[in-house]
Protein backbone atom coordinates (compact mmCIF):
# COMPACT_ATOMS: atom_id res chain seq x y z
CA UNK A 1 0.00 0.00 0.00
CA UNK A 2 2.97 2.27 0.80
CA UNK A 3 4.46 1.55 -2.39
CA UNK A 4 1.24 2.10 -4.26
CA UNK A 5 0.86 5.47 -2.65
CA UNK A 6 4.72 6.57 -3.83
CA UNK A 7 4.17 5.50 -6.97
CA UNK A 8 0.98 7.67 -7.29
CA UNK A 9 3.11 10.41 -5.96
CA UNK A 10 6.13 9.97 -8.13
CA UNK A 11 3.53 9.69 -10.99
CA UNK A 12 1.67 13.25 -9.88
CA UNK A 13 4.75 14.57 -9.45
CA UNK A 14 6.05 13.72 -12.95
CA UNK A 15 2.83 14.81 -14.68
CA UNK A 16 2.86 18.11 -13.09
CA UNK A 17 6.58 18.70 -14.05
CA UNK A 18 5.14 17.76 -17.78
CA UNK A 19 2.27 20.24 -17.12
CA UNK A 20 5.11 23.12 -16.23
CA UNK A 21 7.14 21.92 -19.28
CA UNK A 22 3.89 22.39 -21.88
CA UNK A 23 3.10 25.64 -20.11
CA UNK A 24 6.60 26.72 -20.58
CA UNK A 25 6.52 25.70 -24.13
CA UNK A 26 3.25 27.21 -25.09
CA UNK A 27 4.59 30.41 -23.24
CA UNK A 28 7.55 30.07 -25.07
CA UNK A 29 6.04 29.26 -28.77
CA UNK A 30 3.53 32.67 -27.83
CA UNK A 31 6.57 34.41 -27.11
CA UNK A 32 8.36 33.43 -30.22
CA UNK A 33 5.43 33.60 -32.79
CA UNK A 34 4.79 37.29 -31.21
CA UNK A 35 8.46 37.64 -31.87
CA UNK A 36 8.77 36.90 -35.29
CA UNK A 37 4.62 39.02 -35.73
CA UNK A 38 6.84 41.58 -35.12
CA UNK A 39 9.89 41.05 -37.47
CA UNK A 40 7.30 40.77 -39.89
CA UNK A 41 5.53 43.58 -39.40
CA UNK A 42 8.89 45.55 -39.23
CA UNK A 43 9.86 44.06 -42.32
CA UNK A 44 6.88 44.65 -44.33
CA UNK A 45 6.83 48.00 -42.74
CA UNK A 46 10.97 48.45 -44.27
CA UNK A 47 9.59 46.73 -47.77
CA UNK A 48 6.44 49.53 -48.09
CA UNK A 49 8.61 52.68 -47.28
CA UNK A 50 11.29 51.06 -49.71
CA UNK A 51 9.03 50.76 -52.16
CA UNK A 52 8.12 54.59 -51.58
CA UNK A 53 11.99 55.42 -51.06
CA UNK A 54 12.51 53.55 -55.07
CA UNK A 55 9.50 55.26 -56.71
CA UNK A 56 10.13 58.93 -55.07
CA UNK A 57 14.23 58.21 -56.59
CA UNK A 58 13.10 56.61 -60.19
CA UNK A 59 10.75 58.91 -61.46
CA UNK A 60 12.66 62.15 -59.61
CA UNK A 61 11.12 65.81 -60.29
CA UNK A 62 8.64 63.81 -62.00
CA UNK A 63 7.52 62.51 -59.28
CA UNK A 64 4.51 64.14 -57.75
CA UNK A 65 4.62 65.56 -54.36
CA UNK A 66 4.90 63.43 -51.21
CA UNK A 67 3.03 65.05 -48.61
CA UNK A 68 3.10 64.56 -44.57
CA UNK A 69 -0.10 62.92 -43.10
CA UNK A 70 -0.58 66.18 -41.17
CA UNK A 71 -0.09 68.33 -43.98
CA UNK A 72 -2.87 66.05 -45.25
CA UNK A 73 -5.09 66.73 -42.20
CA UNK A 74 -3.81 71.13 -42.31
CA UNK A 75 -5.55 71.31 -46.07
CA UNK A 76 -8.28 69.09 -45.28
CA UNK A 77 -9.13 71.53 -42.17
CA UNK A 78 -9.03 68.04 -39.92
CA UNK A 79 -11.12 66.51 -43.17
CA UNK A 80 -14.19 68.92 -42.66
CA UNK A 81 -15.86 68.95 -45.71
CA UNK A 82 -16.16 65.23 -47.38
CA UNK A 83 -17.36 65.58 -51.04
CA UNK A 84 -17.56 61.79 -51.56
CA UNK A 85 -17.44 57.94 -50.08
CA UNK A 86 -17.06 54.80 -51.81
CA UNK A 87 -15.25 51.23 -51.19
CA UNK A 88 -11.95 52.96 -52.01
CA UNK A 89 -12.28 55.55 -48.85
CA UNK A 90 -13.61 59.29 -48.77
CA UNK A 91 -12.86 62.44 -50.70
CA UNK A 92 -12.43 65.41 -49.04
CA UNK A 93 -12.59 69.37 -50.74
CA UNK A 94 -9.38 70.92 -49.45
CA UNK A 95 -7.21 74.10 -50.52
CA UNK A 96 -3.54 74.18 -51.03
CA UNK A 97 -1.79 77.42 -49.30
CA UNK A 98 -1.55 78.97 -52.48
CA UNK A 99 -5.66 78.90 -52.36
CA UNK A 100 -5.91 76.39 -54.88
CA UNK A 101 -9.11 73.76 -54.39
CA UNK A 102 -7.69 70.52 -54.60
CA UNK A 103 -9.64 67.08 -53.67
CA UNK A 104 -8.15 64.65 -51.27
CA UNK A 105 -8.87 60.54 -51.22
CA UNK A 106 -7.88 58.77 -48.11
CA UNK A 107 -7.89 55.27 -48.46
CA UNK A 108 -9.67 53.03 -46.00
CA UNK A 109 -7.92 49.96 -47.56
CA UNK A 110 -5.18 49.33 -45.16
CA UNK A 111 -4.15 45.55 -46.38
CA UNK A 112 -1.67 44.58 -48.89
CA UNK A 113 2.21 46.35 -49.70
CA UNK A 114 3.35 49.48 -50.48
CA UNK A 115 3.63 48.53 -54.11
CA UNK A 116 0.32 47.96 -54.90
CA UNK A 117 -0.16 51.31 -53.45
CA UNK A 118 2.88 52.86 -55.60
CA UNK A 119 1.56 51.32 -58.73
CA UNK A 120 -1.81 53.16 -58.26
CA UNK A 121 0.35 56.53 -57.85
CA UNK A 122 2.51 55.39 -60.90
CA UNK A 123 0.33 54.64 -63.44
CA UNK A 124 -1.61 57.96 -62.81
CA UNK A 125 1.70 59.71 -62.77
CA UNK A 126 2.26 58.23 -66.36
CA UNK A 127 -0.24 60.45 -67.84
CA UNK A 128 -0.37 63.94 -68.98
CA UNK A 129 -4.04 63.81 -70.82
CA UNK A 130 -6.68 66.87 -70.85
CA UNK A 131 -9.29 63.86 -70.13
CA UNK A 132 -7.46 62.20 -67.55
CA UNK A 133 -7.66 63.80 -63.94
CA UNK A 134 -4.44 64.98 -62.75
CA UNK A 135 -2.38 63.45 -59.52
CA UNK A 136 -0.95 66.74 -57.95
CA UNK A 137 0.46 64.44 -54.10
CA UNK A 138 0.79 61.62 -52.53
CA UNK A 139 0.26 60.81 -49.08
CA UNK A 140 2.42 57.57 -47.48
CA UNK A 141 3.09 57.00 -43.63
CA UNK A 142 2.13 53.64 -42.13
CA UNK A 143 -1.47 52.47 -43.11
CA UNK A 144 -2.26 56.37 -43.36
CA UNK A 145 -2.23 56.68 -47.72
CA UNK A 146 -3.95 59.26 -49.47
CA UNK A 147 -4.05 60.96 -53.08
CA UNK A 148 -4.28 64.74 -54.06
CA UNK A 149 -6.28 65.38 -56.95
CA UNK A 150 -6.99 68.30 -59.03
CA UNK A 151 -10.77 69.53 -57.73
CA UNK A 152 -13.23 69.20 -60.10
CA UNK A 153 -16.31 70.94 -59.45
CA UNK A 154 -19.28 69.53 -60.71
CA UNK A 155 -18.41 66.38 -59.13
CA UNK A 156 -18.96 62.55 -61.25
CA UNK A 157 -20.22 62.14 -64.20
CA UNK A 158 -22.98 59.69 -62.18
CA UNK A 159 -24.71 62.86 -60.76
CA UNK A 160 -26.53 64.30 -64.06
CA UNK A 161 -26.90 60.98 -66.70
CA UNK A 162 -30.09 59.56 -64.96
CA UNK A 163 -33.36 60.85 -65.37
CA UNK A 164 -36.60 60.18 -62.78
CA UNK A 165 -36.28 57.89 -60.21
CA UNK A 166 -32.84 56.89 -61.03
CA UNK A 167 -31.44 60.77 -60.74
CA UNK A 168 -29.06 62.31 -58.02
CA UNK A 169 -29.24 65.94 -59.40
CA UNK A 170 -32.70 66.27 -60.86
CA UNK A 171 -32.29 69.97 -61.54
CA UNK A 172 -30.12 69.02 -64.24
CA UNK A 173 -30.71 67.07 -67.81
CA UNK A 174 -27.38 67.56 -70.16
CA UNK A 175 -28.52 68.15 -73.77
CA UNK A 176 -27.63 65.21 -76.37
CA UNK A 177 -25.21 67.23 -77.74
CA UNK A 178 -23.16 67.78 -74.91
CA UNK A 179 -23.31 64.31 -73.85
CA UNK A 180 -22.25 63.64 -77.25
CA UNK A 181 -18.78 65.68 -76.07
CA UNK A 182 -18.64 63.88 -73.38
CA UNK A 183 -18.65 60.53 -75.11
CA UNK A 184 -15.94 61.83 -77.22
CA UNK A 185 -13.75 62.83 -74.38
CA UNK A 186 -14.24 59.74 -72.47
CA UNK A 187 -12.87 57.75 -75.52
CA UNK A 188 -10.22 59.76 -76.35
CA UNK A 189 -9.30 59.61 -72.55
CA UNK A 190 -9.14 55.70 -73.01
CA UNK A 191 -7.25 55.97 -76.42
CA UNK A 192 -4.10 57.60 -74.79
CA UNK A 193 -4.33 55.28 -71.68
CA UNK A 194 -4.20 52.37 -74.13
CA UNK A 195 -1.55 53.50 -76.78
CA UNK A 196 -0.73 57.54 -75.98
CA UNK A 197 1.08 56.24 -72.91
CA UNK A 198 5.03 55.82 -72.55
CA UNK A 199 3.35 52.48 -70.78
CA UNK A 200 0.27 50.88 -71.86
CA UNK A 201 -2.50 51.19 -69.24
CA UNK A 202 -5.99 48.57 -68.34
CA UNK A 203 -8.05 51.03 -66.01
CA UNK A 204 -10.32 48.26 -65.64
CA UNK A 205 -12.85 49.66 -63.53
CA UNK A 206 -14.76 52.55 -66.45
CA UNK A 207 -18.25 53.99 -64.89
CA UNK A 208 -20.04 56.75 -64.42
CA UNK A 209 -18.55 57.22 -60.64
CA UNK A 210 -14.81 57.51 -62.08
CA UNK A 211 -15.82 60.10 -65.14
CA UNK A 212 -15.03 63.54 -62.88
CA UNK A 213 -16.34 66.40 -64.58
CA UNK A 214 -14.18 70.01 -64.69
CA UNK A 215 -16.12 73.48 -64.26
CA UNK A 216 -16.49 73.17 -68.29
CA UNK A 217 -18.08 69.85 -68.15
CA UNK A 218 -15.00 68.56 -69.46
CA UNK A 219 -14.51 64.62 -68.80
CA UNK A 220 -11.82 63.46 -66.74
CA UNK A 221 -11.39 59.67 -66.37
CA UNK A 222 -10.08 59.02 -62.52
CA UNK A 223 -9.59 56.32 -60.05
CA UNK A 224 -6.61 54.63 -60.85
CA UNK A 225 -7.10 51.69 -58.06
CA UNK A 226 -7.52 48.53 -60.23
CA UNK A 227 -5.35 50.07 -63.35
CA UNK A 228 -3.26 47.36 -64.32
CA UNK A 229 0.23 48.79 -66.56
CA UNK A 230 0.86 46.93 -69.77
CA UNK A 231 5.10 47.08 -70.14
CA UNK A 232 5.41 45.16 -73.24
CA UNK A 233 3.47 44.59 -75.99
CA UNK A 234 2.25 40.88 -75.05
CA UNK A 235 2.24 40.60 -71.38
CA UNK A 236 0.76 38.42 -68.71
CA UNK A 237 -1.76 40.11 -66.33
CA UNK A 238 -1.92 37.70 -63.04
CA UNK A 239 -5.77 38.76 -61.73
CA UNK A 240 -6.34 37.56 -58.08
CA UNK A 241 -9.32 38.78 -57.54
CA UNK A 242 -12.46 40.64 -59.12
CA UNK A 243 -11.52 43.60 -61.16
CA UNK A 244 -14.57 46.25 -61.98
CA UNK A 245 -18.10 46.54 -60.88
CA UNK A 246 -20.68 45.18 -61.87
CA UNK A 247 -22.76 46.07 -64.70
CA UNK A 248 -19.54 47.27 -66.62
CA UNK A 249 -17.27 44.43 -65.80
CA UNK A 250 -16.47 42.77 -69.72
CA UNK A 251 -17.27 38.70 -69.76
CA UNK A 252 -14.01 37.76 -70.03
CA UNK A 253 -12.86 39.48 -66.63
CA UNK A 254 -14.98 37.05 -65.27
CA UNK A 255 -14.52 33.81 -67.04
CA UNK A 256 -12.01 32.91 -68.85
CA UNK A 257 -14.00 31.10 -71.83
CA UNK A 258 -14.65 34.56 -73.41
CA UNK A 259 -10.86 35.07 -73.98
CA UNK A 260 -8.65 37.29 -72.57
CA UNK A 261 -8.29 40.65 -70.43
CA UNK A 262 -6.87 43.31 -72.38
CA UNK A 263 -7.80 46.73 -73.43
CA UNK A 264 -10.88 45.25 -75.16
CA UNK A 265 -12.16 44.81 -71.76
CA UNK A 266 -12.37 48.58 -71.04
CA UNK A 267 -13.91 48.90 -74.24
CA UNK A 268 -16.93 46.80 -73.04
CA UNK A 269 -17.25 49.04 -69.94
CA UNK A 270 -16.97 52.16 -71.51
CA UNK A 271 -20.13 50.94 -74.46
CA UNK A 272 -22.23 49.81 -71.33
CA UNK A 273 -21.23 53.88 -70.06
CA UNK A 274 -22.79 54.81 -73.01
CA UNK A 275 -25.79 52.76 -73.25
CA UNK A 276 -26.48 53.85 -69.79
CA UNK A 277 -25.69 57.97 -71.03
CA UNK A 278 -28.54 57.29 -73.58
CA UNK A 279 -30.84 55.75 -71.46
CA UNK A 280 -30.49 58.07 -68.83
CA UNK A 281 -30.89 54.81 -66.33
CA UNK A 282 -29.09 51.96 -65.51
CA UNK A 283 -28.54 48.75 -67.05
CA UNK A 284 -27.92 47.00 -64.34
CA UNK A 285 -28.70 46.98 -60.43
CA UNK A 286 -27.46 44.36 -58.20
CA UNK A 287 -30.55 44.54 -56.25
CA UNK A 288 -33.72 46.02 -55.05
CA UNK A 289 -36.66 47.41 -57.08
CA UNK A 290 -34.61 48.13 -59.89
CA UNK A 291 -32.97 44.64 -60.75
CA UNK A 292 -32.74 44.25 -64.33
CA UNK A 293 -32.88 40.88 -64.50
CA UNK A 294 -35.29 40.05 -67.51
CA UNK A 295 -33.98 40.33 -71.17
CA UNK A 296 -36.85 42.40 -71.70
CA UNK A 297 -35.45 44.70 -69.26
CA UNK A 298 -32.10 44.86 -69.79
CA UNK A 299 -31.43 47.71 -71.60
CA UNK A 300 -28.96 47.33 -74.54
CA UNK A 301 -31.14 44.67 -75.49
CA UNK A 302 -33.98 46.95 -76.01
CA UNK A 303 -31.81 48.98 -77.75
CA UNK A 304 -31.29 46.60 -80.14
CA UNK A 305 -34.87 45.69 -80.93
CA UNK A 306 -35.72 49.25 -81.61
CA UNK A 307 -33.28 49.37 -84.39
CA UNK A 308 -34.50 46.11 -85.29
CA UNK A 309 -37.88 47.91 -85.82
CA UNK A 310 -36.68 50.98 -87.41
CA UNK A 311 -37.96 53.03 -84.32
CA UNK A 312 -36.04 56.18 -82.73
CA UNK A 313 -34.01 55.18 -79.70
CA UNK A 314 -34.67 58.52 -78.20
CA UNK A 315 -38.29 58.95 -76.09
CA UNK A 316 -38.10 62.86 -76.17
CA UNK A 317 -40.79 64.23 -78.74
CA UNK A 318 -39.15 67.35 -78.76
CA UNK A 319 -35.43 66.02 -80.06
CA UNK A 320 -34.12 67.75 -83.52
CA UNK A 321 -33.39 65.74 -86.18
CA UNK A 322 -29.31 66.21 -85.85
CA UNK A 323 -30.34 65.32 -82.25
CA UNK A 324 -31.66 61.41 -83.70
CA UNK A 325 -28.43 61.38 -85.11
CA UNK A 326 -25.99 61.74 -82.47
CA UNK A 327 -28.42 59.22 -80.57
CA UNK A 328 -28.52 56.52 -83.17
CA UNK A 329 -24.20 57.16 -83.08
CA UNK A 330 -23.99 56.91 -79.97
CA UNK A 331 -26.48 53.97 -79.70
CA UNK A 332 -24.84 51.92 -82.37
CA UNK A 333 -21.31 52.52 -80.64
CA UNK A 334 -22.27 51.39 -77.98
CA UNK A 335 -23.87 47.95 -79.38
CA UNK A 336 -20.43 47.59 -80.64
CA UNK A 337 -18.25 48.25 -77.57
CA UNK A 338 -20.32 45.51 -75.67
CA UNK A 339 -19.75 43.04 -78.01
CA UNK A 340 -19.24 39.20 -76.29
CA UNK A 341 -15.83 38.27 -78.28
CA UNK A 342 -13.20 40.77 -77.08
CA UNK A 343 -12.25 40.50 -81.24
CA UNK A 344 -15.67 42.11 -82.26
CA UNK A 345 -15.08 44.81 -80.00
CA UNK A 346 -13.80 48.17 -81.65
CA UNK A 347 -10.70 49.78 -80.33
CA UNK A 348 -11.03 53.39 -78.57
CA UNK A 349 -8.98 54.51 -81.43
CA UNK A 350 -11.90 53.37 -83.70
CA UNK A 351 -14.45 54.29 -81.06
CA UNK A 352 -13.43 57.85 -81.77
CA UNK A 353 -13.14 57.70 -85.27
CA UNK A 354 -16.78 56.36 -85.70
CA UNK A 355 -18.39 58.97 -83.08
CA UNK A 356 -16.26 62.09 -85.20
CA UNK A 357 -17.10 60.39 -88.71
CA UNK A 358 -20.26 60.29 -90.92
CA UNK A 359 -23.25 59.22 -89.39
CA UNK A 360 -23.85 56.65 -92.02
CA UNK A 361 -20.84 55.04 -91.47
CA UNK A 362 -21.30 53.25 -88.41
CA UNK A 363 -23.34 49.98 -88.95
CA UNK A 364 -25.51 48.19 -86.77
CA UNK A 365 -23.34 44.98 -85.18
CA UNK A 366 -24.49 41.32 -84.20
CA UNK A 367 -27.04 41.38 -81.25
CA UNK A 368 -24.63 40.71 -78.09
CA UNK A 369 -25.31 37.23 -77.05
CA UNK A 370 -25.37 38.12 -73.06
CA UNK A 371 -28.28 38.64 -71.37
CA UNK A 372 -28.42 40.66 -68.52
CA UNK A 373 -25.31 40.29 -65.97
CA UNK A 374 -26.37 38.95 -62.22
CA UNK A 375 -23.88 39.12 -59.45
CA UNK A 376 -23.61 35.13 -58.58
CA UNK A 377 -22.10 35.13 -62.34
CA UNK A 378 -19.60 37.50 -61.03
CA UNK A 379 -16.65 35.08 -60.19
CA UNK A 380 -12.98 34.79 -60.18
CA UNK A 381 -10.85 32.53 -58.92
CA UNK A 382 -7.23 33.51 -57.99
CA UNK A 383 -5.53 30.95 -60.73
CA UNK A 384 -7.45 32.59 -63.50
CA UNK A 385 -4.49 34.45 -65.40
CA UNK A 386 -5.37 36.08 -68.80
CA UNK A 387 -3.70 37.58 -71.20
CA UNK A 388 -2.78 41.09 -71.50
CA UNK A 389 -2.82 41.33 -75.60
CA UNK A 390 -0.70 44.36 -77.82
CA UNK A 391 -3.14 46.66 -78.83
CA UNK A 392 -2.83 45.77 -82.74
CA UNK A 393 -6.39 46.02 -84.23
CA UNK A 394 -4.77 43.81 -87.27
CA UNK A 395 -6.58 40.70 -85.26
CA UNK A 396 -9.83 42.02 -84.53
CA UNK A 397 -12.67 41.29 -86.64
CA UNK A 398 -13.45 44.38 -89.34
CA UNK A 399 -16.33 46.67 -88.79
CA UNK A 400 -18.42 46.95 -91.25
CA UNK A 401 -18.56 50.42 -92.94
CA UNK A 402 -21.73 50.64 -94.65
CA UNK A 403 -24.79 50.70 -93.51
CA UNK A 404 -26.74 46.87 -93.04
CA UNK A 405 -30.13 45.88 -92.28
Request: net charge neutral.
Amino acid sequence: MENRINIIAIVSAGGGVGIVIVLIAIIGCRSGCFELGQKISKERTYDDHHHVETFVETYGTLAPRKYTYSEVRRITKSFKTKIGQGGYGTVYKATMPDGRLVAVKVLSETKGNGEEFINEVASISRTSHVNIVTLLGFCYEKNKRALIYEFMPNGSLEKFIYKGEYSLNPVCDFEWMRLYQISIGIARGLEYLHRGCNTRILHLDIKPQNILLDEDFCPKISDFGLAKICYKKESIVSISSMRGTAGYIAPEVFSRTYGGVSYKSDVYSYGMLILEMIGGRKNFESGGSHANTSDDMYFPNWIYKEFEQSNVVATNVSITEEEKEVVRKLSLVGLWCIQTDPAMRPSMSKVVEMLEGPNESVSLPPKPSLSSPHPRTLVLHASDVSSCTGLDDSNSTPIPMETTA
